[in-house]
């Protein structure tokens, strides 16, 4: 196609946006949230309403949790759609930080587009500017620059033909996988050119599958055969993969038990007879026992957090493999590296292994660990309020194949970890950032992302109060999902630790906290004025019920229920521990037995990086 078409440079970009096409035949970008302001209702905001279905909009309440829907979207797509953002400039733009330090920490990709300053600089300062006194280039838009994979100002209209592939090479490539962000100044986006009429025609983006150098497949096949009681440690790399039958495969041939990170959680279901369930601080006693025997722990698609290592003290018999596709995390912890998309990786790793197989795994523990769950998940028979793992239990007695729980932050994502037993792929944990306020948002992206799934969303009422609007715009949308609000008055997680740290119970529950009367918050009120059916839950069994009777509507319910603070999730042999600096210093007992106990256990900390 030769020629030339006349755009602006906001109209430019969502034509081009447009026909940015996935393997499958779909757009890449879904289509656009935008809030608008002054620096882009008048540029962006046009072209948006100018391109229609081509390129979707939507009005979302909140910049940042408008990103957050369209980050759990992205990891319900497994990376293979996103969506994008427009902000104006100043606190529409700076809003967005946060969900974009998510997406980083995530690996996933997302579009952030907010306005920008003038770029000929006439009318400086413009409302909503910040001024650097020593640099005239700088905006509040390079506060992104941290947070994200590819940041490009975007100062002149032919800019985009090199800014724009750059963004769909980093949100589509595998190993450099992240949000990006073009800060797009107002008065470009206004600003007409001819554009070579190549720029627009359709373009497919396929995801490439590096395959592993062969001296490092022969080094981890050989460390492989040597085992004696090898592990496998899933992260999300296998669901971005798509390996989750080549793991399944691979753990059943070869006899190697799987235990699984946040991220990593449901590629396999929880009755395969190789799943040993959660590693590391929230982990099962079968997992950790596992690990802790292993002399072979092999890492597929996992970042290696110290949740996942207990803080570098849970591996520590075993030499470390890790096979990751990016070779930051795969060269993490002194490993033997593999390089290497992870299906093609565990492909070839079979082939070359044939029918070796290690010694059996203890199937004894894992039953046992079972058994234990359901145990302490049972409905409770005496007085006072439900404990988390009795809602855990109440909601999967509940649940069906279809159904996935998610959550991000406070107690329910350890419990989760710990005690949810998911079919494939029901299961979406942000647990890489753990942002308060994630929930409700990212309940709506994934329920876009997978309508077919019934989305169980939990969430505390600590992260309720941060972040709950987009509730609202669910309910305009008629957007189904069905949020379990724990409310047990407080910040009950941080509560315990802080305790468990040696300190004093403090500015986490209300009834510590430095307020003249205690609060008496309305969820079910307040999530009813926004469109959501809402009900209080009068016990575990009405918890229950609740969740059946919401299969049934086409807006989102939320289902109240009060729990204790007191206990957490944890029981019996569960658990590991985790590096949480105690004072050296204080006046307590309880402060100087937790700093010992630190001490004793920063001991066992292997040293490599």
Aim: charged residues 20%; hydrophobic residues 45%; glycine residues 10%.
């Amino acid at each position: 196609m030769t020629g030339t078409i006349r755009l602006t440079a906001a109209q430019a970009m969502t034509r081009w946006l447009s026909v940015q096409m996935t393997e499958d035949g779909e757009r890449f970008i879904d289509g656009v949230w935008a809030i608008f302001g002054h620096g882009n209702v008048a540029g962006l905001g046009e072209a948006l309403h100018g391109i229609g279905d081509a390129l979707p909009t939507w009005r979302g309440q909140n910049e940042q949790t408008m990103a957050h829907a369209a980050i759990a979207y992205a990891k319900g797509h497994g990376r293979k759609r996103a969506q994008a953002i427009t902000a104006s400039i100043g606190p529409g733009a700076t809003n967005m930080v946060t969900a974009a330090a998510l997406a980083h920490v995530n690996r996933l990709p997302l579009l952030l587009i907010p306005g920008d300053v003038f770029a000929n600089r006439r009318p400086d300062p413009v409302l909503q500017q910040i001024e650097d006194f020593t640099d005239g280039t700088v905006s509040a838009n390079d506060c992104f620059r941290p947070v994200v994979r590819y940041f490009d100002r975007i100062t002149r209209p032919e800019h985009l033909l090199s800014a724009l592939p750059r963004a769909m090479r980093v949100m589509t490539d595998p190993a450099d996988c992240g949000p990006v962000c073009l800060s797009f100044c107002q008065d470009v986006q206004a600003e007409a050119y001819d554009w070579p009429q190549a720029f627009f025609e359709p373009r497919v983006w396929r995801t490439r599958r590096p395959a592993p150098d062969a001296q490092e497949l022969a080094q981890v096949t050989d460390l492989i055969r040597a085992a004696k009681a090898p592990v496998i440690v899933a992260g999300g790399g296998v669901i971005y993969s798509g390996a989750e039958a080549a793991l399944a495969d691979f753990a059943s041939r070869h006899n190697i038990p799987v235990i699984e990170t946040q991220a990593g959680k449901s590629a396999l279901a929880q009755d395969h007879p190789m799943n040993f369930g959660a590693a590391g601080v929230d982990g099962s006693a079968a997992a950790n026992a596992a690990a802790g025997k292993a002399d072979l722990v092999i890492g597929i698609g996992t970042r290696l957090q110290d949740f996942t290592t207990g803080s570098r003290t849970l591996f520590a018999n075993g030499r470390l493999v890790s096979i990751n596709v990016q070779p930051y995390d795969a060269a993490k912890h002194g490993s033997v590296t593999l390089v290497a998309d992870a299906k093609v990786a565990l492909e070839q790793l079979g082939g070359a292994l044939g029918e070796h197989r290690a010694d059996a795994p203890d199937a004894d523990s894992r039953a046992a660990w079972l058994a234990a769950v359901d145990a302490h998940c049972a409905a409770p028979t005496g007085d006072g309020l439900p404990t988390d793992a009795q809602v855990i239990g109440a909601v999967q007695r509940a649940s069906t194949p279809s159904s996935i729980a998610m959550c991000a932050a406070g107690t329910m994502p350890g419990a989760l970890k710990l005690l949810w037993q998911p079919s494939q792929g029901g299961y979406h944990m942000e647990y890489g950032f753990s942002c308060m306020g994630y929930e409700l948002a990212g309940a709506m992206g994934l329920k876009l992302a997978r309508p077919e799934r019934e989305v169980l969303c939990f969430v505390g009422d600590g992260s309720y109060m941060m972040a709950n609007s987009e509730l609202a715009t669910a309910a305009m949308r008629r957007i189904p999902f069905t949020v379990i609000l724990t409310d047990n008055r407080g910040y009950g997680c941080i509560n315990r630790l802080q305790q468990a740290c040696g300190g004093a119970p403090f500015n986490n529950m209300y009834v510590d906290s430095r307020i003249e009367v205690q609060p008496q918050i309305d969820f079910v009120a307040h999530a009813g004025s926004m469109g959501a059916h809402a009900v209080k839950a009068r016990d575990i069994a009405d918890l229950q019920a609740q969740i059946e009777a919401a299969r049934g509507r086409d807006i989102p319910t939320v289902i109240v229920i009060d729990t204790t603070a007191a206990e957490g999730p944890g029981f019996g042999d569960a658990g590991n521990w985790w590096d949480v600096a105690v004072p050296e210093v204080g006046d307590t007992d309880a402060l100087r037995r937790a700093h010992q106990n630190y001490l004793e256990q920063a001991g066992r900390q292997a040293t490599v990086n």
